[in-house]
T-cell receptor, first 114, second 114 residues
């Protein structure tokens, strides 16, 4: 089944404790992206990647890191999480990242930073 | 720069009644427009999209939307609501200048009452 998977689905952590949220897709997509969803703000893009070893900042990149060493994986790293990073995070992928491409979303990771 | 405005953060409709969700956009170049749906505890999935051609676009689950350039709108409709339509709906815009980038609206939560 074609899908985007994220792990973990739920995570509660404390301020300053480094964490990684994994994202993997099995559709051989070139483009991958991370979003955060907050009430009343919709989805905001954190980082995106057009292909292996090619990443760029989205609208809200502060406090986050990403890497794209393999085509299928695009982990999101929070090196020193803070409470304002409590949010619902989504990974997405699309075939080439074209403006008309449909993006395919993972199930989400709900992160709480205490 | 693009932006999307969704009128109404919450909409309540009766089962069998018309569903109308409003979306207005701004874009300095011709836009590509999307509606995504998020069911509880799931990721987003594409309902429909407008890229070029026919301005009335049909999507899954009986939804359709019409691109009206003069009104900068892309409202989503469904003639008869079903209980399973209860979800959050997001309008999003991209354009030829925004490779890989989707700008989302704040979302509209739809409640369907018996």
């Amino acid at each position: 089944e074609a899908q985007v998977t994220q792990n973990p689905r739920y995570l509660i952590t404390v301020t300053g404790k480094k964490l990684t949220v994994t994202c993997s897709q099995n559709m051989n997509h070139e483009y991958m992206s991370w979003y955060r969803q907050d009430p009343g703000l919709g989805l905001r893009q954190i980082y995106y990647s057009m292909n292996v070893e090619v990443t760029d900042k989205g609208d809200v990149p502060e406090g986050y890191k990403v890497s794209r060493k393999e085509k299928r994986n695009f982990p999101l790293i929070l090196e020193s999480p803070s409470p304002n990073q409590t949010s619902l995070y989504f990974c997405a992928s699309s075939p080439r990242g074209g403006s008309t491409d449909t993006q395919y979303f993972g199930p989400g990771t709900r992160l709480t930073v205490l | 720069a693009q932006s999307v405005t969704q009128l109404g953060s919450h909409v309540s409709v009766s089962e069998g009644a018309l569903v109308l969700l409003r979306c207005n956009y701004s874009s300095s170049v011709p836009p590509y427009l999307f509606w995504y749906v998020q069911y509880p505890n799931q990721g987003l999935q594409l309902l429909l999209k407008y890229t070029t051609g026919a301005t009335l676009v049909k999507g899954i689950n009986g939804f359709e939307a019409e691109f009206k350039k003069s009104e900068t709108s892309f409202h989503l409709t469904k003639p008869s609501a079903h209980m399973s339509d209860a979800a959050e709906y997001f309008c999003a815009v991209s354009d030829s200048d925004s490779w890989g980038k989707l700008q989302f609206g704040a979302g509209t939560q739809v409640v369907v009452t018996p």
